[in-house]
């Protein structure tokens, strides 16, 4: 009985050696050592034979099985090795295969570059809710009750609380600016913080108008604040951006929220100031409305105009990435159009 079993311990390991393959591997560990095995078997025959022999048989039967489970573990480990291993020879000369890698859009990267460049000046980055209200969107912000743009036809208002006033009438933001208010009730004042966003408009969309578009808004409120410190503030913002000096200048605009209110141009940096299609041939390009912020928006913000002023801009993102790269239509970057749009990456 002893001999047969060395038998099976000889003929297992060869098994074991030839197994190619785990499925294989895993065939000849029942063959060996399963229900229906060989050596199960011998162990099933044991209650036949004289005390003596059964003990030493089911002793080497027991050793060879451990013997057995060893081998297939080492074999297991062999195949899973080579596995691994690579079959063939590779041609390290040959050209690679190009993985195309995405890119934030030109437009991302502009305000990235805005944040970058307001954070170096102590500001903080505010973000808003896309929703806002009545109170917020128009009425806090000094625009008379009759203004159109509270109308329909401008303002997306939520359906079900268009007969409700103040913070109960919800739309989508129609501008950035409510959050000015919404910012200063909350933080109180001093403060400098921008806020970045989507706007959304109820418009018929055409070359010059979007239905939602990105705007940018900085504000800064502060005592003893001088009309010259956000002419400073926006030089010095434009000349993180573009890394050199950009000359500014500014004209007289109306904006409900401002006291006065400029629009706010740079020299054109398509031609350098001397006049082409992009400026209309004047050399400059409005790139931001802004002004001294309105008494009347410092009171909705429970602050007292006579002790705070402030300096707002609204800064459009789409002009400053056009002089950035010199594009003369704005479309462009809308367009979604890759073979234009991987050019920025
Ligand atoms: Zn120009």
Same mark, same amino acid.
């Given at each position: 009985? &002893?001999?047969?079993?060395?038998?099976?311990?000889?003929?297992?390991?060869?098994?074991?050696?030839?197994?190619?393959? &785990?499925?294989?591997?895993?065939?000849? =560990?029942?063959?060996?050592?399963?229900?229906?095995?060989?050596?199960?078997?011998?162990?099933?025959?044991?209650? *036949? &034979?004289?005390?003596?022999?059964?003990?030493?048989?089911?002793?080497?039967? #027991?050793?060879?099985?451990?013997?057995?489970?060893?081998?297939?573990?080492?074999?297991?480990?062999?195949?899973?090795?080579?596995?691994?291993?690579?079959?063939?020879?590779?041609?390290?000369?040959?050209?690679?295969?190009?993985?195309?890698?995405?890119?934030?859009? /030109?437009?991302?990267?502009?305000?990235? !570059?805005? #944040?970058?460049? +307001?954070? %170096? &000046?102590?500001?903080?980055?505010?973000?808003?809710? !896309?929703?806002? %209200?009545?109170?917020?969107?128009? $009425?806090?912000?000094?625009?008379?009750?009759?203004?159109?743009?509270?109308?329909?036809?401008?303002?997306?208002?939520?359906?079900?609380?268009?007969?409700?006033?103040?913070?109960?009438?919800?739309?989508?933001?129609?501008?950035?600016?409510?959050?000015? @208010? =919404?910012?200063?009730?909350?933080?109180?004042?001093?403060?400098?913080?921008?806020?970045?966003?989507?706007?959304?408009?109820?418009?018929?969309? $055409?070359a010059?108008?979007?239905?939602?578009?990105?705007?940018?808004?900085?504000?800064?409120?502060?005592? $003893?604040?001088? +009309?010259?410190?956000?002419? @400073?503030?926006?030089?010095?913002?434009?000349?993180? @951006?573009?890394?050199?000096?950009?000359?500014?200048?500014?004209?007289?605009?109306? +904006?409900? +929220?401002?006291? /006065?209110?400029?629009?706010? !141009?740079?020299?054109?940096?398509?031609?350098?100031? *001397?006049?082409?299609?992009?400026?209309?041939?004047?050399?400059?390009?409005?790139?931001?409305?802004?002004? @001294?912020?309105?008494?009347?928006?410092?009171?909705?913000?429970?602050?007292?105009? $006579?002790?705070?002023?402030?300096?707002?801009?609204?800064?459009?993102?789409?002009?400053?990435?056009?002089?950035?790269?010199?594009?003369?239509d704005v479309r462009l970057f809308h367009s979604? !159009?890759?073979?234009?749009?991987?050019?920025?990456?």
């Amino acid at each position: 009985m &002893l001999n047969r079993l060395e038998e099976i311990r000889k003929r297992g390991l060869e098994k074991i050696g030839e197994a190619a393959d &785990l499925d294989k591997l895993q065939e000849t =560990r029942r063959e060996l050592t399963g229900k229906k095995g060989e050596l199960t078997e011998v162990l099933k025959g044991l209650g *036949k &034979l004289e005390p003596d022999e059964k003990r030493s048989v089911g002793m080497k039967a #027991n050793e060879i099985k451990t013997f057995f489970a060893d081998k297939i573990k080492e074999r297991e480990e062999q195949i899973i090795a080579s596995q691994s291993a690579l079959d063939e020879d590779i041609d390290v000369t040959l050209p690679g295969t190009m993985v195309p890698g995405g890119a934030l859009h /030109p437009i991302t990267q502009m305000c990235y !570059d805005l #944040n970058d460049a +307001f954070l %170096s &000046l102590g500001f903080e980055i505010f973000n808003e809710d !896309d929703i806002s %209200s009545e109170k917020y969107a128009f $009425d806090n912000l000094n625009f008379p009750p009759d203004h159109p743009a509270r109308a329909t036809m401008d303002t997306y208002w939520i359906d079900g609380t268009e007969n409700k006033n103040g913070t109960e009438r919800l739309c989508m933001r129609p501008h950035l600016t409510g959050a000015s @208010v =919404r910012y200063l009730l909350q933080h109180g004042a001093p403060a400098r913080f921008v806020y970045p966003g989507r706007v959304y408009r109820n418009e018929n969309t $055409d070359a010059r108008h979007e239905r939602a578009f990105f705007q940018y808004e900085a504000l800064v409120v502060d005592k $003893d604040l001088s +009309f010259s410190s956000g002419k @400073v503030m926006i030089q010095t913002i434009l000349e993180k @951006v573009f890394g050199r000096k950009i000359k500014v200048r500014m004209r007289e605009g109306f +904006f409900p +929220f401002t006291e /006065p209110g400029y629009e706010i !141009d740079m020299e054109c940096l398509v031609c350098g100031g *001397k006049g082409c299609r992009v400026c209309n041939n004047v050399g400059w390009i409005e790139v931001m409305p802004g002004g @001294v912020i309105h008494p009347n928006v410092l009171k909705a913000a429970n602050l007292d105009p $006579d002790e705070w002023s402030g300096f707002y801009t609204n800064i459009g993102l789409d002009r400053l990435v056009m002089m950035r790269y010199g594009v003369d239509d704005v479309r462009l970057f809308h367009s979604a !159009d890759l073979r234009f749009l991987s050019q920025f990456k």
